[in-house]
């Protein structure tokens, strides 16, 4: 199972031929209290490793020096050749001896203990315990790179032959189940081969790999085994640092030159050490310029070698190096701190003036939003990362021309609001509101710069929204007409008990009772609606008895006179504008009399474009004229529609001017211009 997973593994992320990244993972030396054949194999590849790290080390260090054309002594490093040959040398090798003895048919551990034992007992790298026998006398020892392993051989050969009963072997094999039998390929193919015999065929073949391409190393290090953060166990680090061989790799980089840096760097990071000198050499000749600050140092550089692309050194002249860098910046930084910080305020100065230009530019057009909002985004643009040094430094008119732009806004949103309801047709209630609420907001912000588009809008708007009032009042009268075609349903009416009672003979108050709402040929005792004021009241009655001297009700020499004193009367007295209308409706309401209504329906024409009852009492106005003959009823609800929402007359007619006022409103038969959806 384990090597089918391993090849379905490998087959899944090989890439194509030739050049390849690779990453080997691998945790190190193995030391257990209790070490076994496991350990073994896996110690023995991190020999192999830690041997192709010092070579590769080594081999880099000496080509390095080479290549820059330095003179050095070879470096020594510990080689654990010996150690690798105890183990897999040939043929007295510890694994090939294991598989040797896997062989034999009465092959055991303790012989294969024995024989070990007989042949490396010479060997520094091999050591038992001399007491091992009373204690386990299948252990031996090896010192490894890391430090020296005690193993225990009891299930050496068991773990080595990795062998299955044979009928067992066949059954899987012979399997129906495609993925089964290939766990198991054929007998005839297989050869039985111990598991020290197939890792030290794959650990070749990786070795092999490694040591033709160029590699790299990266040391991990677990600080704790808690696996907790804050937490540092200086015993498990060093114990990892020396098993993956960095002490060591330290030791051969010490004996070399661990500093190493390009002309280049080491010319701008140095030169500054011998301050007030004038270097002679070409900027542009930076090995030159590298000799010239070792030489003009009053310290001693000598060991510092120079090479044909690079500068190297030991620890000893970067620490003096680095002392005197540090003294030439503490004098440096402060003047380069200075001339910076200078160029900072003048550029951030720069730069404020810039967005406060633009802002100034956006504030006098006024009226343009998305010119207000490309200015005030461009702030942060203009100053950049400026902004994290002055954090609360900014344009001087930023939080006026947001205040600007929130006025702005809100035009704008009135404007999409506009745009929206005043293409509407058939409204409903709640556009009708929305549209209402809008032209308030609007005529309290009249303050705010607007567009001409935005002025047309609310022009348009004001007359949509008297549209949407006419056209909703329509509707519901058309629904609901029917309780506002009774005048005794107006809760301003007087109660007609009351109205009778106001009769001075009692004689006939049942029938002035009945007849309250409906034409009648005499005076009314007191107003119909319900007006307390005595004085009031008194002209009330003498407007419904000069509106029966105009309609020839009762006998009077001048009539329109009379007819003109009505409408004046409910000119000049607002309070009494229900009444007329009341009377006008009372009288021609029944009346018997053709030219008597007929007078009575012209006299309201000219009540109704002089001015308009209260809105309690306008439902029960229009609706009456619905009842008038002719195309009256049109004409009086655009006269109505005329004088609530147009200009409103400035004085009432005069006896004179009643008649053409009269002709005037019969010869027009035009809808008013607020009864249609205005564009």
Not at 62 to 74: D, W
Not at 121 to 149: C, P, W
Not at 255 to 275: D, K
Request: charged share 30%.
């Amino acid at each position: 199972m384990f090597d089918f997973l391993v090849k379905r593994v490998n087959d899944s992320i090989e890439g194509r031929r030739g050049r390849f990244i690779g990453i080997l993972d691998i945790f190190g030396f193995e030391i257990f209290e209790n070490n076994s054949f496991e350990q073994l194999c896996i110690n023995f590849a991190n020999e192999k490793l830690q041997q192709q790290f010092n070579r590769t080390t080594f081999k880099e260090e000496e080509a390095l020096y080479t290549s820059e054309g330095i003179k050095f002594q070879h470096i020594e490093f510990i080689d654990n050749q010996k150690v690798l040959n105890l183990i897999e040398k040939k043929p007295v090798g510890v694994l090939l001896m294991l598989d040797e003895e896997c062989l034999v048919p009465e092959g055991s551990n303790e012989k294969f203990m024995n024989k070990l034992e007989s042949q490396h007992s010479r060997n520094v790298k091999f050591q038992t315990d001399k007491h091992r026998k009373m204690h386990n006398k299948l252990a031996f020892e090896i010192d490894h790179y890391a430090g020296i392993v005690k193993y225990d051989s009891s299930q050496f050969m068991e773990k080595n032959k990795d062998t299955l009963f044979q009928d067992m072997y066949d059954v899987c094999a012979s399997s129906s189940d495609h993925l089964t039998a290939a766990l198991f390929p054929d007998m005839n193919r297989r050869k039985h081969k111990s598991l020290s015999f197939q890792f030290r065929g794959q650990l070749n073949d990786l070795m092999s790999t490694l040591y033709e391409t160029e590699s790299r190393y990266i040391r991990c290090v677990k600080p704790n085994n808690d696996q907790m953060p804050n937490k540092f166990e200086a015993p498990l680090v060093v114990e990892q640092l020396r098993y993956s061989g960095v002490f060591e790799a330290v030791k051969i980089r010490k004996q070399g030159y661990p500093f190493r840096l390009t002309h280049r760097q080491f010319a701008f990071r140095y030169r500054c050490i011998n301050q007030g000198h004038n270097y002679r050499a070409s900027t542009r000749d930076d090995e030159a310029v590298c000799r010239e600050v070792l030489k003009t140092a009053r310290q001693d550089f000598s060991d510092v070698a120079i090479g044909k692309t690079r500068v190297l050194y030991r620890a000893k002249e970067h620490k003096i190096l680095k002392l005197l860098r540090n003294l030439a910046l503490e004098s440096i930084v402060p003047v380069c701190q200075k001339v910076i910080r200078g160029g900072i305020h003048r550029e951030y100065a720069r730069r404020i003036e810039k967005a406060t230009a633009g802002l100034r530019h956006a504030m006098k057009v006024g009226n343009d939003i998305d010119l207000m909002d490309e200015k005030i985004r461009a702030v942060e643009g203009i100053i950049g990362p400026l902004y994290k040094v002055f954090p609360k430094a900014k344009p001087v008119n930023l939080d006026k021309a947001k205040a600007h732009r929130v006025k702005l806004k809100i035009w704008k949103d009135l404007e999409a609001t506009f745009e929206r309801l005043t293409k509407v047709n058939n409204p409903s209630q709640s556009q009708l509101d929305e549209l209402e609420n809008a032209v308030a907001e609007a005529s309290d912000n009249l303050d705010i710069p607007r567009t001409d588009r935005q002025n047309k809008l609310f022009e348009l708007a004001r007359r949509q929204v008297i549209y949407m009032q006419i056209k909703i009042n329509e509707e519901h009268l058309d629904k609901n007409g029917a309780k506002y075609r009774d005048l005794r349903a107006f809760r301003g009416l007087r109660d007609p008990k009351e109205y009778a009672k106001k009769k001075v003979i009692p004689l006939g108050r049942g029938k002035l009772e009945e007849g309250m709402c409906s034409w009648a040929k005499t005076k009314i005792p007191t107003a119909l609606t319900r007006i307390q004021d005595k004085a009031l009241d008194k002209i009330a009655t003498q407007s419904h008895l000069a509106l029966l001297s105009y309609m020839g009700d009762k006998k009077n020499p001048n009539p329109e006179e009379m007819g003109a004193r009505f409408v004046n009367n409910g000119v000049q007295h607002s309070e009494l504008r229900d009444e007329i209308f009341a009377q006008l409706i009372k009288q021609t309401t029944n009346n018997p009399n053709p030219a008597s209504a007929e007078r009575g329906w012209d006299l309201l024409s000219v009540v109704v474009s002089s001015f308009v009852p209260s809105e309690d009492f306008a439902n029960f106005v229009k609706m009456h004229f619905r009842s008038a003959p002719g195309d009256m009823p049109q004409q009086l609800t655009s006269a109505y529609h005329t004088t609530k929402y147009g200009e409103k007359p400035t004085s009432g007619p005069s006896a004179g001017a009643l008649t053409g006022m009269i002709s005037s409103f019969k010869s027009n038969k035009e809808r008013s211009r607020f009864s249609t959806m205005p564009s």
